[in-house]
């Protein structure tokens, strides 16, 4: 069965601390793996990633793909209050598989 | 056209009613996909159409629950005879059949007493 598991669970860091977060997965034709920030609304795309060892950046979040050891980080340097949020991470098949999330509280 | 929409934003029914939720896709958008997504969980797969075809269905989709998109715009959700555990956020996106990118709705959510 297909599976995607993120850790951790949740995180709670200060303005300004730097967070990583995983999400590793084991599928069948895999596509593409995506991450997503999920405020109290819908999910909105952050990046897209389908090859092992491109950086994507977008101002402070960055994201990496290996796909010999089936993961993917995304990193927020220098976070902000705004950054609190749950993201996601799922991969593509024919459809979008999820994981369940980590949930970040950024506090001044 | 900004996104795509759902209504309701939200319904409470009581258990054994039917509900009927409505998605429309981004204009130029011909693949519509279905989540549900409980407390703390991410969103589950439910079904996609690609124009008016429904193309696959999980197995989390009892019988209870069918979806159409007849003109290949709109689509709906029923679900016949709630029950408790059918409360959740139900979240529509859209994409092009060539994009992975897939927008989503403001969801549903649905709470069933």
């Known amino acids: 069965e297909d599976k995607v598991v993120q850790s951790p669970l949740s995180l709670v860091v200060h303005e300004g601390d730097t967070v990583t977060l995983n999400c590793s997965y084991e599928?069948?034709?895999?596509?593409?793996l995506l991450w997503y920030k999920q405020e109290k609304k819908a999910p909105t795309f952050l990046f897209m990633l389908t090859s092992s060892g491109i950086e994507k950046k977008s101002g402070r979040l960055s994201s990496i793909l290996d796909k010999k050891e089936l993961f993917s980080i995304l990193n927020i340097t220098a976070t902000q209050t705004g950054d609190s949020a749950v993201y996601l991470c799922?991969?593509?098949?024919?459809?979008?598989?999820f994981g369940t999330g980590t949930r970040l509280q950024v506090f001044p | 056209d900004t996104g795509v929409s759902q209504d309701p934003r939200h319904k409470i029914t009581k258990r054994g009613q039917n509900v009927t939720f409505r998605c429309d896709p981004i204009?130029?958008?011909?693949?519509l996909y279905w989540y549900r997504q409980t407390l703390g969980q991410g969103p589950e797969f439910l079904t996609y159409?690609?124009?008016?075809?429904?193309?696959?269905k999980s197995r989390l989709l009892s019988d209870r629950f069918s979806a159409e998109r007849p003109k290949g715009s709109f689509s709906t959700l029923e679900i016949q005879r709630t029950e408790q555990g059918d409360s959740a956020m139900y979240l529509c996106?859209?994409?092009?059949?060539?994009?992975?990118?897939?927008?989503f709705g403001p969801g549903t959510r649905l709470t069933v007493l």
């Open positions: 204009s130029e958008h011909n693949r």
């Open positions: 159409f690609q124009n008016e075809a429904q193309l696959e």
């Open positions: 799922a991969v593509r098949t024919d459809k979008l598989i």
């Open positions: 996106a859209s994409s092009l059949a060539n994009e992975v990118e897939q927008f």
């Open positions: 599928v069948t034709n895999f596509r593409s």
